[in-house]
Nanobody
């Protein structure tokens, strides 16, 4: 079974930047569909960024232009570069990996065989 471990969360002021990392144990990221979800207090978990096995990326409108998802195949690591952070970005961020893309039309889909990380907290103060 694949285990995903996120890191890089923390506290930052509005306008600042953070980079989240996700490292899997058990497998190579190259063949996976991967992405990032987040869950703010009192809100449902939402997909925000995805990268398909072929490298195609997509984003939720709320983060497009500010966040960048990428894979480093040499380091076998998934990243989420977050710039121009806003207080509304405050949430627990989760890495996810699946056998194929996690995008389904305009929606987000993770199969029962997908793997989730434990989450990392991002707090943005105004």
């Amino acid at each position: 079974a694949v285990t995903l471990v996120e890191s890089g969360g923390g506290s930052v002021q509005a306008g600042g930047s953070l980079r989240l990392s996700c490292v899997p144990s058990g497998g190579r990221i190259g063949s996976w569909g991967m992405g990032w979800f987040r869950q703010a207090p009192g809100k449902e978990r939402e997909g925000i960024a995805a990268i398909d096995p072929d490298g195609t990326t997509s984003y939720a409108s709320s983060v497009k232009g500010r966040f960048t998802i990428s894979k480093d195949h040499d380091k076998n690591t998934l990243y989420l570069q977050m710039n121009n952070l806003k207080p509304d970005d405050t949430a627990v961020y989760y890495c996810v990996a699946d056998r194929d893309t996690i995008r389904l039309g305009d929606g987000w889909y993770v199969s029962d065989s997908g793997a989730w990380g434990q989450g990392t907290q991002v707090t943005v103060s105004s």
